[in-house]
Structures are given as structure tokens and as C-alpha cells.
């Protein structure tokens, strides 16, 4: 029993972590060729094994547009979503940001739990 606790708390935590990340993880999968949006959603599948749904992923696409973080184009009915300069900026940031503040935070606990 203790096994399916530990393992539903692990999945749990993931699923919460890649939420925390997930303007980083879509912005740095941007960066290359454009992508179709249930691509995303299935690379980040295949990758982390948690499967999101499009209400979670639109609504930050939508929010990466109007930031200008992201482009738009329509090829064939479908939406294709490819990272700026400006994003690559930003996602650059975003990483050194995140890494810098996780350091802090496990160093922290790391302190306390000692």
C-alpha cells in the first residue's frame, strides 16, 4: 500500500512541478520548427509521461502570443506555434531565474533538514 502512496505522491508532485514550469518546458520546446499545438501536448507526454489537456495548454499559448514571447501561423487549419526572438530572450531568463531560485529553495531545506 505504502508503494501505490509513494508512487500516486511522485506522480502528483510531477504533475504539479511541470504546472510550475510549464511557460519554461512550452517556450524551450518552441524553439526550433513551429508546432502544433496537440503536439506539445503529446511531446510533453512522451517526455514527463503526464498528459494535459488543451484547457491547461491554450490558455498559456494564448497568454505567450499577446506577450509576443510566441508567433502564430495557420497552415492547413491548424495553428503553428514557434518561438520569437523575443521569446528566446525570455526563455533564457526564465531558466537562469528558475535555476537560480530552486537553488536557493533546496539549499534551504537542505539546511533544515540537517
Known sequence: MSLT????????????????????IVLAMLNGNPVHGYMIIANLHRTFGVLFS??????????????KLI?????KRKKLYALTPL????????NMTYKKNSEKIFSFVDRNLH
Open 5 to 24: 502512496i509513494s508512487s500516486h505522491f511522485e506522480d502528483q508532485c510531477l504533475r504539479d512541478l511541470l504546472k510550475s514550469f510549464l511557460d519554461l
Open 54 to 67: 488543451p484547457g491547461t495548454l491554450y490558455p498559456l499559448l494564448y497568454q505567450l502570443e499577446a506577450e
Open 71 to 75: 508567433q502564430v501561423k495557420e497552415v
Open 87 to 94: 521569446g528566446l530572450k525570455k526563455v533564457n531568463q526564465i
